[in-house]
Every structure is written in C-alpha cells, then in structure tokens.
C-alpha cells in the first residue's frame, strides 16, 4: 500500500481541523440563539405576571373570591395574554381556567406546586412554554400558570440549522 504525501496529509488534516471548527462554531451559534429565543420568551411570560400582579392588586381590597372569579374571567377571557392562563387560590379553588387549558386537563393538574419554575409542553400540537408563579393580593395567595406558544421560536431554529447544514459544506 502506496503512502499518501505529505501535502496530502496535511490537507486531509486541515480540511478535517476546518470542517470541526464549522461543527463547533454552528452548534455553538445555534445554542445561543436558542438561549437568546426562550429568553424572549421567558421575558414575555414575566411580564404577563407583572401584569396580572398589578390587575389583581386594582381590585377591590374587600373583593371575595367570586368578585376575583368574575373580573379575571371578564378581562383574560377576552385578552391574548389569557389564551394559556390558569389561576387558582392556594386552597385549590379555581379563579379562572382558559379554554384552551380547560381542554387539556393534564396542562394545570401538577405543577401549580412549583412557583417561579419554566416548562416546555405540548398541548392540542402546540409548543408552549409555561411559568408558574404565585401571587400575593389582598390576602389571597393566586398560583398562576401562564404559557405562551414556541412554535416560531422552534421554526426558526429549525430554518438556522438548516442554513447551517446547506451553508457549512460550501464554506
């Protein structure tokens, strides 16, 4: 058996250095744009409790527990922020449950538990990620679950990936 050159060799060497540089450079990109993507989202589910915190703390401080029921119902039910969003005293009694979440009873059976914990489910098909939280207001304790969709967030990594794996061979 012929042995190769040492021109050849040290190709075979730097085209195999250069193409596990590609590898760790692509994966090293795609990690942190996909840190960069669920942040947003974890920012944005944030945000809704801030929100929810400050609609609760408006109400009425001799509110009851079926005036929190009516005014939660009658402002999230018609709200986009109130599509994946379950809330219920710390005694377990229901505020208010979206239908999108009334649907798929397993989404808000556990975990309520675990306030200021992130999630990734699917629910009817749809990726979504949730906070838990609890929330203080006029001497009631509220866990909170609030999910917002992931589908693009995982469609765009889906199209980064594959422009890396078109891309990457030409380079």
Same mark, same amino acid.
């Given at each position: 058996?012929?042995? =190769? @050159?040492?021109?050849?060799?040290?190709?075979?060497?730097?085209?195999?250095?250069?193409?596990? $540089?590609?590898?760790?450079?692509?994966?090293?990109?795609?990690?942190?744009?996909?840190?960069?993507?669920?942040?947003?989202?974890?920012?944005?589910? %944030?945000?809704?409790?801030?929100? =929810?915190?400050?609609?609760?703390?408006?109400?009425?401080?001799?509110?009851?527990?079926?005036?929190?029921?009516?005014?939660? !119902?009658?402002?999230? @039910?018609?709200?986009?922020?109130?599509?994946?969003?379950?809330?219920?005293?710390?005694?377990?009694?229901?505020?208010?449950?979206?239908?999108?979440?009334?649907?798929?009873? $397993?989404?808000?059976?556990? $975990?309520?538990? %675990?306030?200021?914990?992130?999630?990734?489910? !699917?629910?009817?098909?749809?990726?979504? %990620?949730?906070?838990?939280?609890?929330?203080?207001?006029?001497?009631?304790?509220?866990?909170?679950?609030? $999910?917002?969709?992931?589908?693009?967030?995982?469609? !765009?990594?889906?199209?980064? %990936?594959?422009?890396?794996? =078109?891309?990457?061979?030409?380079?």
């Amino acid at each position: 058996m012929k042995k =190769l @050159s040492i021109g050849l060799r040290l190709t075979l060497w730097y085209v195999a250095i250069f193409a596990l $540089g590609q590898v760790a450079f692509g994966a090293g990109m795609w990690l942190v744009l996909r840190h960069h993507l669920v942040s947003i989202v974890d920012d944005d589910l %944030r945000d809704q409790m801030a929100d =929810l915190q400050v609609f609760l703390d408006s109400q009425k401080k001799d509110a009851g527990l079926a005036k929190f029921q009516e005014e939660v !119902t009658e402002t999230y @039910s018609q709200e986009h922020a109130g599509e994946y969003l379950a809330v219920k005293t710390s005694a377990g009694e229901v505020v208010y449950i979206s239908d999108a979440l009334k649907a798929d009873p $397993g989404a808000t059976s556990t $975990g309520l538990e %675990r306030p200021g914990s992130f999630e990734d489910t !699917t629910v009817h098909g749809k990726r979504l %990620r949730f906070l838990r939280s609890s929330i203080s207001s006029h001497g009631f304790i509220f866990l909170v679950l609030s $999910g917002l969709p992931t589908n693009e967030v995982w469609n !765009t990594l889906e199209a980064f %990936r594959n422009y890396l794996l =078109l891309l990457a061979p030409l380079v």
